[in-house]
Structures are given as structure tokens and as C-alpha cells.
């Protein structure tokens, strides 16, 4: 690991005048993706700016629905009895994610902003678009069996890791930010991320002198809500494939660049498709790299899977 500095900030405006003052500089939270980065020089911030002492770790309800600081934990997000209750998708995508010790570090914010764990990516000895602009990317050839089917470009195949972004999507999530300059922003959470186009390497929308502040969920939508996660084992693996349905919404991981909203799915249930010819209609588009066309046909039974699981359970909840 490269040397660094290090501070601690005492409040949003600080934190900001610190990453935007310092060159190379990076905020820190739960530091659950970035320290591993920086223990393979894939990330080497000169300065280090701890936000873990701003008061940005409430949970509050506002106009019907949830506003989520971003240095909520994910266990503490997880266990909410208002997630539970009202957004039961979004606690069970949070528990599918990760370990309970690495829940109980990571951040609402920092999830948003995890790197993908692309083998090549964190392999500094092989060409990596995202890691290394121009270079090459060398899991269009190589290892992809978790790499993306939509979306994708041929500069990068890589996909998000998140499970807790999936869920949000579904919900109709949006990310709060401050700059700098006191300028707040509200982005869309299904326009946070970018498709990686020719410039894989700017992963989201969040500018450099901005600061994640708050997720934001409006009321729950009406109808069933569940989270299916497919893996190579039981705990602790990201997605081969996730489904997240939240009411008459859906939204995949494991398959793209960014948490992928099936808005061509919905359009097609909305038009009284059958599930099954819904999620073909998502994925006349995806394309396999080899290793990983299996997910094309995993996809199309986890959304047939998921939805039937979630018209279930509204018919429970109906029903007491």
C-alpha cells in the first residue's frame, strides 16, 4: 500500500473543501471495497477525508416514504422495522449481500459507489479499460462468466456488484448530493450509474467536488415485493443474477454495468404479456461473451420465478 494522509472531517462543508482542496484525494466511510483497492494499488489516494463522524446516519420518514442517511450501515438498514415492513425487497437484497461483519461496516453511500469485481480490474498486470483508459478490455476474450449481458460496450463487460442498488432501483430510489459550493442535487438512482459507452472508467453521475448525503424512497408501491439472488455458493458472493420486483417494478443485477431496470419487462406485463414472453422482451438485446451465456436463459426463468414469488406474496399479505 502507497503512503497517505489522513483527517478526519467535522462536517459536510469541511469534508467537501478537504477532497476538493487536496489533489487525489477520496472520501472514507466503512472503507469495505476501497481498502482492498488500495492494498492492490488499484486505488492510490494520496489524502484520506473520514466522513464517518458527519450526521448523515438517520433513518427518517418523509411525505410517505424513507430517507436514508448515507452513513446508515446496511445491517442497521437491513434490520429497520419500517424496511422490513414497508420494504421487505430492500431488507432482503441488503442481507443477500456480503457478511454480517462487512454489513455492519458498510455504508448506504459507499454500496452505491462500490467498484466492480471484475478479475482484470483488480488484476494490475492485465489490460483494464476501466482501471486504465485505453488499454484494452481483457475479459471480452477472457474469464466473463460473471460479466454483463446488457448494456455492456467493447470497452468494458464488467458489471455492479450491489445488491442493496438493485432493490433501490426497483423502488424508485434517489440519491441526494452536496458540492462544494452548497449546490444539492437529486438523481434518479436508475440515472446515478453509467453505462460504461467509451468511457467505462466514470462509473456515475456524482461529480468530484460532491458528496452522497441521503437515499431517498418514495411511498411503497403497491403489490408484492421480493429480492432472488443467484450465486456460485450460499453466502458471501455477488450475483451471477438478482431480481428485485417491488409492486408492478423490476430491476436486475449481475447483468450490466449498473443496476439494470427492466423497463421493457414492465411495459409488457403492463400490456398483458406473460411473464415469461415480459422477460424476453427485456432481453431481445443481451448479449453473451462466451462464459456467461448462461445468464440469458437464468435471467428469463428468475424473472418468471420472481414474479410468480411476488404476486404470492401480495395474495399473503391480502390475506393476512
Not at 82 to 97: F, N
Request: net charge positive; glycine share 8%; aromatic share 4%.
Amino acid at each position: 500500500m502507497r503512503p497517505f494522509t489522513y483527517e478526519r472531517a467535522s462536517n459536510a462543508r469541511a469534508a467537501l473543501r478537504a477532497v476538493t482542496d487536496r489533489p487525489n484525494a477520496k472520501f472514507i466511510a466503512g472503507g469495505t471495497n476501497l481498502i482492498d483497492l488500495m492494498k492492490l494499488q488499484v486505488e492510490t489516494p494520496a489524502h484520506l477525508v473520514d466522513v464517518n463522524h458527519l450526521p448523515l446516519a438517520n433513518i427518517e420518514e418523509v411525505d410517505g416514504g424513507l430517507r436514508i442517511g448515507a452513513l446508515v450501515r446496511n445491517s442497521t438498514l437491513a434490520g429497520d422495522r419500517r424496511v422490513r415492513e414497508k420494504y421487505p425487497v430492500l431488507s432482503e437484497a441488503l442481507l443477500a449481500g456480503a457478511s454480517g461483519q462487512l454489513r455492519n461496516k458498510a455504508t448506504t453511500g459507499g454500496n452505491l459507489l462500490q467498484r466492480t469485481r471484475c478479475f482484470y480490474f483488480y488484476n494490475r498486470d492485465t489490460p483494464c479499460n476501466k482501471r486504465e483508459p485505453g488499454s484494452g478490455c481483457s475479459a471480452l476474450e477472457g474469464l466473463n462468466r460473471m460479466h454483463a449481458i446488457l448494456g455492456a460496450s467493447p470497452t468494458c463487460i464488467a458489471v455492479h456488484p450491489s445488491d442493496m442498488a438493485v432493490a433501490m432501483a426497483a423502488l424508485d430510489a434517489t440519491v441526494e448530493t452536496l458540492s462544494a459550493s452548497g449546490e444539492t442535487r437529486n438523481i434518479p438512482l436508475t440515472d446515478f450509474h453509467n453505462l460504461p459507452g467509451v468511457e467505462p472508467q466514470t462509473e456515475t453521475q456524482l461529480r468530484p467536488d460532491e458528496l452522497i448525503t441521503a437515499v431517498t424512497l418514495p411511498p411503497p408501491p403497491p403489490g408484492g415485493q421480493v429480492y432472488r439472488k443467484v450465486r456460485d455458493r450460499a453466502s458471501y458472493a455477488f450475483a451471477l443474477v438478482s431480481v428485485a420486483v417491488a409492486g408492478g417494478r423490476i430491476a436486475l443485477g449481475g447483468v450490466a454495468h449498473k443496476p439494470w431496470r427492466a423497463t421493457r419487462t414492465e411495459a409488457a406485463l403492463n400490456s398483458g404479456a406473460a411473464p415469461v414472453d415480459a422477460a424476453d422482451a427485456e432481453l431481445a438485446a443481451a448479449k453473451g461473451y462466451g462464459g456467461n451465456d448462461f445468464k440469458i436463459p437464468l435471467v428469463r426463468r428468475m424473472i418468471v420465478r420472481t414474479l410468480t414469488q411476488s404476486a404470492a406474496r401480495e395474495t399473503e399479505v391480502k390475506h393476512g
